[in-house]
Each structure stands twice: as C-alpha cells, then as structure tokens.
C-alpha cells in the first residue's frame, strides 16, 4: 500500500477511470486529474451501461472535486481539451455530492430532453446520417462535433453559415463525420436549418452537453417541417413556463 497517489491517467475513452478504479486498491488517499464527463452529464444516471453506474466505486470515493474547465485546461496545458478536468481527491470517507443537473435549465431538461431521450419525441439522431451523405434530395448537411470551447458557438448544432449547410461540396480527405437530414422538399430543409438556428435548439444542445459532441438523442426532431418554427412557437409546443423561458434567454443571447 501507498500512503499517497498523485496521477494523471491517460484521456482515452474511460481508461482514465479503470486506472483510477485500479490506484484505489493501493491506497487510500488518491489526488488524480482526468476528465469529468461521466460526472457532470445529467443523463448518466438514465443511461444504461454508463459511466456514472459501472463506476460507482469511484464516485463513493471522492471526497472533494475541482472542476477545471476546457478553456482553462486548453490555456494551462496548451492542449485541445474539449471537456471539463477535475481534481478528484479521493478518501475512505468520500461523501461529496456529484448528482449531475442540467446546465442551464431543470425544467426544460424534464419536458424536452429527457423525454426525447427515452424516446416520447423522435430525436435528432434519429434522422441524422453521421457519416453519409446523401445529396440526392432536399438536405442540410453537417457535422456531429460543433462548438468552440468558452465561445457562444458551444450551444450550436451547427454553423449558422447556411453556405456550409447546403452545398454539396466535401473536401476529399475531410468532413469525413459530415451527414445530412434528408427531407421532401427544399422549403422543409430551408426550416429545418433555421430551426437549429432558435435559441430552444442552442439551449437544448446547451443544458446537457459536455464535449464538442453534440447530444442529438436528447434534442428533438419537430413532426412538421412545412412551416418555419420560431422560439415562441417551440416555448408553447412543450409548455415551457415564463421562468424556464427566462432562463433560455438570458443563457443563449
């Protein structure tokens, strides 16, 4: 046994975790330094097979936990960290709070994400062709990784450059994640794009993502796409309150 560990596991996937889970066999005072992803998504605990439940041992360990944030650990280590770090310090005695909560909004996670998530709406990933492209019909094409860490563009599905979206043009060697949604008619795609484009999108991307990865299966896919969709619209689709709506406006500006 060791009186002390002090480590900095390697990122890959959750390798991180399986060490850490392993230096807690060999002592019982751990300061470790990986990310917290598992930790901070608000739907890890509905998840199956998820990092939150496989590795409850750790999590019943962690006594304190400092978020370092991406644009701090990309400004520190001069690194391109696109997820939060934390120091975990990690006792016998453990005890400290982790329950993961929405980033900006409670309630918009309990009527919109969690729902399209267990599937009471169909969801973006439900019609979003990551890694094929088919331009052979109406589409907005794009990639699943969008967002500039510290940046306002962190809340996009995608570019608000409407050139990127509707050309058919990828660049040999690149974009090799681009995908499209297909749809019957140009106008539908024309919607479609602007509806990504509403502060509701941007704040249901927002509330739950924790990486450069956008997490469409908790954004949801509208029924209709023959008429445009405005934010007062989308607020009244789900029931949304006047005091969830303030919290989506004065996050997404």
């Known amino acids: 046994m060791f009186d002390h560990i002090i480590m900095n596991p390697p990122y890959d996937k959750n390798l991180h975790l399986k ?3 392993e230096a807690m066999k060999h002592s019982e005072d751990v300061v470790n330094l990986s990310p917290i992803r598992w930790l901070q998504d608000p739907l890890a605990e509905y998840k199956k097979n998820s990092d939150w439940k496989k ?3 750790i999590r019943k360990r962690i006594e304190t936990l400092d978020v370092v944030s991406a644009e ?3 400004a520190f280590f001069g690194s391109g960290q696109y997820e939060n770090l934390g120091v975990y310090h ?3 005695k453990g005890g400290a709070d ?3 909560k929405p980033f900006i909004s409670q309630g918009l996670f309990d009527k919109v994400n969690l729902p399209t998530y267990q599937g009471k709406y169909k969801s973006l990933y439900d019609v979003f062709k990551e890694g094929h492209c088919d331009f052979s019909r109406p589409f907005v094409k794009f990639s699943p990784l969008q967002g500039g860490v510290g940046h306002k563009s962190w809340y996009n599905i995608m570019s608000p450059q409407k050139e990127l979206a509707f050309t058919d043009k990828v660049v040999k060697g690149k974009g090799t994640a681009l995908g499209t949604v297909n749809f019957d008619t140009q106008e539908e795609a024309e ?3 602007a509806y990504c484009q509403t502060k509701f999108v941007k704040a249901c991307n927002g509330n739950v993502k924790t990486n450069i990865r956008w ?3 908790a954004v949801p896919f509208m029924p209709d796409y023959t008429h ?4 007062e619209q989308l607020y009244n689709f789900f029931h949304l309150t006047e005091d969830e709506i303030k919290e989506i406006e004065k996050e997404i500006k």
């Open 19 to 21: 060490i850490l889970s």
């Open 55 to 57: 590795f409850e041992d």
């Open 72 to 74: 701090d650990a990309q």
């Open 90 to 92: 990690l006792t016998e």
């Open 98 to 100: 982790l329950l993961p």
């Open 191 to 193: 919607n479609f794009f």
């Open 215 to 217: 997490p469409g299966y």
């Open 228 to 231: 445009p969709w405005t934010d």
